[in-house]
């Protein structure tokens, strides 16, 4: 096992605290910020045209396309068809800091008006965070079907060696998501595993955090049903959207499943604000990018694992076992041995625990969320798991 140096980690949350007794002390609900949907949102064949028609309408002359190198080569031909007055330029790497600068200020170059990021998460994240730095419009195209990136204005930054930083909500929508069916089905079938895994999460991270609520506010109920949806619909047709997406077969349940995750999803924090993003399984995906050996492994396969954390900690095995056979079945891992980390587990629990626990970490949030109390419920997991 191999532990990563923290010492670069940065704490921006620092309303955190007050944020904690106010859910604790079950407080009335403030005011929170609706960000409900992008400007415009189109899924089915054909769904690239309008891009097209927004730099028609807008009358922008030039933009900033960023993309990645394996999605692009399966993404151009579609934005090879469109008049768009594009130049392009390949990210590096992890969404930093570093990052965001770099491409911001191509894009001061090339006096981009716009902002059109093709690809998966960590591309759509720098997409938003570039134009955001620039206070121009940003266009998303999903070539995966992972998260829901697509829909959330929220970047989440890591360092250069992988480990989770900080995550930043702003104030500015997309101007337009565009979302090709095709291109999700020539994506490997592993993203949308990991997809699912992590919109299933939804569900767990919002319940637990409105249930400590006195009052819903309707955008706090409208975010819990969709919540609830992301887990209902997942749990019937995730299954089968694997298998159709092996086959390379766009049937209805296929795309039930790539609108759940990314609008579905992404609906959840959009109205719920911070009582609808995120909570315990999260912060043990934060905690495992501590471990080198989880860095290969996909976001939504952690906050998975993060799931089973989180209803440990909650010591809810009832929902645990419920889950399982179906984890099974479409491969998520339900223990620290499934993500790579295969020996010296009681050094890694004491690892995540300990950076799933720190103070910006959303995990506090719950009850009973000390670095003891994570490290024993993973150790419960795991032995809970090997019966």
Aim: glycine share 6%; proline share 3%.
């Amino acid at each position: 096992m191999t532990i990563m140096n923290l010492d670069t980690i940065v704490v921006e949350w620092d309303n955190l605290q007050q944020l904690t007794q106010a859910f604790k002390g079950m407080m009335v609900l403030e005011s929170i910020q609706v960000q409900g949907a992008p400007n415009l949102y189109r899924c089915h064949s054909g769904s690239l045209q309008a891009l097209q028609q927004a730099v028609i309408n807008e009358q922008w002359k030039k933009g900033l396309l960023i993309h990645g190198e394996q999605s692009w080569r399966v993404a151009k031909p579609y934005l090879d068809k469109l008049n768009l007055n594009l130049t392009g330029v390949r990210y590096c790497g992890e969404c930093t800091e570093a990052e965001v600068d770099r491409l911001a200020a191509k894009a001061e170059i090339e006096q981009a008006e716009y902002i059109l990021a093709v690809g998966g998460g960590k591309i759509l994240d720098l997409g938003k965070a570039c134009a955001i730095k620039l206070n121009i419009p940003y266009l998303l195209v999903p070539t995966l079907a992972s998260n829901c990136a697509p829909w959330t204005p929220l970047s989440v930054f890591y360092n250069e060696e992988g480990t989770f930083i900080k995550h930043i909500v702003y104030a500015q929508n997309a101007y337009l998501v565009a979302v090709e069916p095709e291109l999700i089905l020539n994506s490997p079938v592993a993203f949308l595993r990991a997809g699912i895994g992590d919109t299933i999460a939804k569900w767990y991270e919002a319940d637990v955090l409105a249930r400590q609520l006195k009052r819903k506010p309707l955008a706090v109920t409208i975010a819990l049903n969709a919540a609830q949806l992301c887990r209902d619909l997942l749990l019937k047709y995730g299954e089968q959207a694997i298998v159709d997406h092996e086959n390379k077969e766009l049937t209805p349940a296929y795309l039930q499943v790539i609108e759940t995750i990314i609008m579905a999803g992404g609906m959840v924090g959009g109205f719920g604000e911070r009582y609808g993003r995120i909570a315990g399984a999260h912060s043990i995906h934060n905690g495992l990018t501590a471990l080198a050996e989880t860095h290969e492994q996909l976001h939504g396969d952690k906050v998975a694992y993060g799931i089973l954390v989180q209803l440990a900690l909650e010591n809810r095995f009832d929902e645990i076992e419920e889950l399982l056979p179906y984890y099974r079945r479409l491969g998520l891992p339900a223990a620290l041995r499934e993500l790579g980390v295969k020996d010296q587990l009681d050094l890694a629990f004491e690892c995540v625990a300990q950076t799933a626990t720190r103070p910006s970490e959303s995990i506090h949030l719950m009850e009973n969320a000390s670095k003891e109390s994570v490290a024993h419920a993973m150790k419960r997991l795991e032995a809970w798991i090997a019966i």
